[in-house]
């Protein structure tokens, strides 16, 4: 198998991953390559979905009261 090497990982990246290693039972290479699996598994567009969900939800300020979605499928739906 080839050699990766990643040398800017912080520490507390690093840690977690440590961690979610520890509890699965493998080894640190082995979780990085599962996750690196997965995160390649995700289709662009849903990241692209993501990112925009994202930049919305940042557009929102804190402590405002959101009108719950059963509610305004109620209010649509008895009209």
Do not use: H, W, Y
């Not at 493998?26 to 997965?38: G, I, M, S, T, Y």
């Not at 925009?52 to 979605?69: D, H, K, L, S, W």
Request: proline fraction near 6%; hydrophobic fraction near 40%.
């Amino acid at each position: 198998m080839n050699d990766l090497t990643i040398s800017d990982v912080d520490g507390t990246l690093l840690e977690a991953i440590e961690r979610r290693a520890k509890k699965a039972g493998k080894p640190v290479d082995a979780q990085v390559v599962e996750l690196l699996r997965f995160a390649l598994s995700i289709p662009p567009q849903r990241l692209d979905a993501i990112e925009e969900f994202r930049r919305i939800r940042a557009m929102t300020p804190e402590g405002v009261q959101q009108t719950p979605a059963v509610q305004l499928i109620r209010e649509d739906r008895d009209r």
